[in-house]
Nanobody, 123 residues
Framework: QVQLVESGGGTVQTGGSLRLSCEAT????????MAWFRQAPGKEREFVAA????????YYTDSVKGRFTVSRDNAKNTVYLQMNSLKPEDTAVYYC????????????????WGQGTQVSVSS
């Protein structure tokens, strides 16, 4: 069973940066997609970014384009989310997910989930 562990969350001021990491307990196969979702209090979980393990193809939700970058390190079985120019509306618990569908931007397309890491952006 694949387990995902997120880290790197924290509190920053508007305009600051954070880098989230998601490490998998097992080797990630080329057919997998890795994604980041986020969920703010009282809101539904929403798609943020995804990367296809083979080839590194990526896509993002419109609200983070130009600010966030998703990347991977195959040797470390790890996916990253570099977040720059953070805004208060980015405040949420960020979740890492893995699945076998590409492209995919909905929760049910991902079978494996991390525990989440809190990102707070002050105004």
């Amino acid at each position: 069973q694949v387990q995902l562990v997120e880290s790197g969350g924290g509190t920053v001021q508007t305009g600051g940066s954070l880098r989230l990491s998601c490490e998998a307990t097992e080797r990630i196969f080329d057919s997998y997609a890795m994604a980041w979702f986020r969920q703010a209090p009282g809101k539904e979980r929403e798609f943020v970014a995804a990367i296809r393990w083979s080839g590194g193809y990526t896509y993002y939700t419109d609200s983070v384009k130009g600010r966030f970058t998703v990347s991977r390190d195959n040797a470390k079985n790890t996916v990253y989310l570099q977040m720059n120019s953070l805004k208060p509306e980015d405040t949420a618990v960020y979740y890492c997910a893995a699945g076998t569908t590409w492209p995919a931007r909905i929760v049910r397309d991902y079978a494996y989930w991390g525990q989440g890491t809190q990102v707070s952006v002050s105004s």
